[in-house]
């Protein structure tokens, strides 16, 4: 028997400016050749980018559509129109909302997909995975992985630092999701994958050294979004966020669910990463350091939550995704309420909770 799978990956990933982009010479350069192009962008600085992509390639037939709202029934509404235009290819300029939507619009009308983040503050970029809005509230759909990555390192620098923190801090989260898949692989609920696991592990272990302080560096910013890439791949190949998503996550969606909370993804599950190293028995003093440096807060429950009952936010976290087994699954909530206490205790001691 010859095993065969075929996995969607770029075939491009290049590092150069938006506004010198000659996307002629790129596709020659990678032996391919799209006809008519639908640029799919947002409003303000991502069309600013996305506008100049166009004046910088008006010999092309390039067409631009703004996002509005990141749902669905938008999407909908686009898909016809890229259909009855003849576009073969969608090119998605802007940050995470934008890329996601350009994806899934690829997806339902199976065209190729080539992203341009201006902004990168999550694993998403190359990850089959979308987060839109529909009737009941945001959801996770399945996506195109794009063909091809063109990344700004000015356009990344210029965007606030805060989006890089949070990006690290998604890249971060994958050491406790991995822990989590080792844990639903030995329990029988999972199967392996080392391909995907040594490409999240890359992921994290290329930035985890890192901070801020290196944010307007271009080796750094260029190992940062590679590091994103790589995620994101793990995802595909794995044909699932198990590399990349884990009890961090649970407790991220549960906090967002349970309130209006204003800090972003990565911020968020950067912040309850230590937490979970800590339920795994791998705290790490590094870690801890390195998120307190980003600004996170690793008492997330008390500082995003605290009219919350702690055990509100475990009992909700593992509903969200009943069939992926992680560290909550493996405790009690009494016993997780127990052991983030002397978690955030343990934080009080070292004068770290605040990132102080």
Not at 32 to 50: I, W
Not at 82 to 95: A, E, M, Q
Request: charged share 20%; glycine share 6%; aromatic share 8%.
């Amino acid at each position: 028997m010859i095993y065969a799978q075929q996995i969607n990956l770029p075939v491009i990933v290049e590092y150069m400016a938006i506004a010198e982009l000659d996307l002629s010479a790129l596709f020659h350069k990678y032996n391919l050749n799209f006809r008519r192009l639908l640029v799919y962008t947002g409003v303000e600085k991502s069309r600013k980018y996305a506008c100049e992509l166009v004046a910088a390639n008006d010999h092309l037939q390039l067409d631009l559509v703004s996002r509005t709202v990141n749902s669905l029934s938008f999407i909908e509404q686009q898909r016809r129109k890229l259909l009855d235009g003849n576009y073969d290819l969608i090119v998605g300029v802007g940050g995470g909302r934008v890329l996601d939507a350009a994806k899934y619009l690829a997806a339902v009308s199976n065209r190729n997909f080539l992203a341009i983040p201006t902004q990168i503050s999550t694993d998403s970029v190359a990850s089959p995975i979308a987060v839109l809005r529909g009737e009941h509230g945001e959801n996770t759909y399945s996506a195109k992985v794009p063909m091809g990555i063109v990344i700004d390192v000015e356009a990344l620098r210029r965007s606030a630092r805060s989006y890089i923190a949070a990006g690290i801090g998604d890249l971060i989260s994958n050491r406790s999701a991995l822990l989590d898949w080792d844990l639903a692989i030995a329990a029988g609920y999972e199967r392996a994958n080392y391909f995907a696991r040594a490409l999240s592990t890359f992921s994290f272990t290329n930035v985890a050294p890192d901070s801020l302080s290196h944010v307007t560096d271009t080796t750094f910013l260029r190992r940062y979004a590679d590091s994103i890439v790589m995620a994101g791949i793990a995802m595909a190949v794995s044909g699932n966020t198990r590399p990349c998503s884990g009890a961090e996550h649970l407790l991220c969606h549960a906090v967002n669910d349970m309130l209006d909370c204003p800090y972003s993804h990565g911020f968020l599950v950067g912040s309850a990463t230590p937490f979970c190293l800590h339920l795994h028995g791998q705290g790490d003093p590094g870690v801890i350091a390195l998120c307190c440096e980003l600004g996170f807060r690793l008492d997330f429950m008390d500082a995003f939550a605290p009219d919350i009952r702690v055990r509100d936010v475990f009992e909700r976290a593992r509903t969200i995704r009943e069939d992926r087994y992680t560290i909550l699954s493996s405790m009690s909530c009494a016993e997780l309420v127990v052991r983030y206490g002397e978690f955030v205790d343990s934080l009080s001691t070292l004068d770290t909770a605040s990132g102080s």
